[in-house]
């Protein structure tokens, strides 16, 4: 594993990696926030999952509260006496398992069909493109809208597992569309080039051709389109959560965060939304600089 670490720090993306101090600090708030949702049950002061553990007369304590002669709460706690702090560490955990899930299931579909659409062509790539135009003129948070109001109106009685994977597939629908675009172009260009033209002439089958001999050459693209639609991923699911429709209210989601706080914002109690407002933007903004810095660092032009 170090030996590994220590000859992609030797390469020339980890060299590029180590000159970028924007990176490495990026880098370094992704690593904090995916140790700390890894390990929410170890480091959070409190489990806010736990109704036993709630007491409402702690409900909307100031940060840095002073019971005793010793400091409770470091960042306050909500309007059901939960610790803000543990709420948010609970809250990265379910952004990052959403936005990851998400995307995921997004490049693999769109991966998928953009190498059959622009290997294949004919009337299958204008039929796949045709469908991805139609859903280029939908806003993306329009259709996760509907499809998780729909979700939670077909399904009122849903277990949070389920809850879960509407809101992950509502985030997937409008995801896949930028990965199958992507591929698409960079395997029309694969296709007409010397090897692929050589597997054919030997009697490679079409499928092994995609998987083995195209697609390692156009992941390049896809893996930075990945990086930043993570963060996409994040937000979409926050306003989702902000709405009331997406992950269930039980849940310390940073978007439920937010939402509950914007009702006591001009109350005083402003840390129950500054504080999720604030890790939401620091996810969003060290995941969309990372991918910026992969952009950079994949792009044979810029060396």
């Not at 009331?244 to 109690?269: K, Y």
Request: hydrophobic share 50%.
């Amino acid at each position: 594993m170090l030996q590994t670490i220590h000859r992609w720090l030797r390469s020339d993306i980890g060299f590029s990696f180590r000159s970028s101090k924007t990176a490495m600090a990026a880098a370094l708030f992704a690593i904090i926030f995916i140790f700390c949702s890894l390990f929410a049950q170890s480091i959070a002061p409190t489990n806010p999952f736990d109704p036993a553990s709630l007491d409402l007369m702690d409900a909307r304590l100031p940060p840095a509260w002073i019971n005793e002669g010793r400091m409770q709460y470091l960042l306050g706690t909500d309007d059901q006496g939960r610790d803000i702090l543990s709420a948010l560490i609970y809250g990265a955990r379910i952004s990052l398992v959403v936005g990851l899930a998400s995307v995921g299931l997004s490049m693999c579909l769109g991966v998928s069909l953009g190498l059959i659409a622009g290997y294949r062509g004919g009337w299958l790539d204008t039929l796949l493109m045709r469908i991805c135009d139609v859903m280029l003129s939908f806003p993306a948070i329009l259709v996760a809208l509907l499809i998780a109001g729909v979700g939670r109106a077909l399904l009122p009685q849903a277990n949070e597992s389920l809850a879960f994977g509407v809101l992950i597939f509502s985030i997937s629908l409008t995801g896949w569309v930028q990965y199958a675009r992507t591929v698409r172009g960079t395997t029309l260009i694969e296709r007409n080039k010397e090897y692929v033209q050589a597997a054919r002439v030997t009697g490679v089958s079409p499928l092994r051709i995609m998987v083995s001999h195209v697609l390692p050459n156009v992941m390049g693209p896809v893996l930075v389109l990945a990086t930043i639609q993570v963060a996409t991923a994040i937000i979409t699911e926050a306003t989702l959560s902000f709405l009331g429709v997406g992950v269930p209210p039980t849940s310390p989601s940073l978007g439920t965060l937010i939402r509950i706080g914007n009702d006591f914002l001009f109350s005083g109690e402003w840390w129950i939304t500054i504080f999720p407002g604030i890790t939401l933007v620091l996810i969003a903004l060290s995941v969309n600089l990372l991918g910026d810095w992969l952009r950079d660092a994949l792009n044979p032009r810029l060396h």
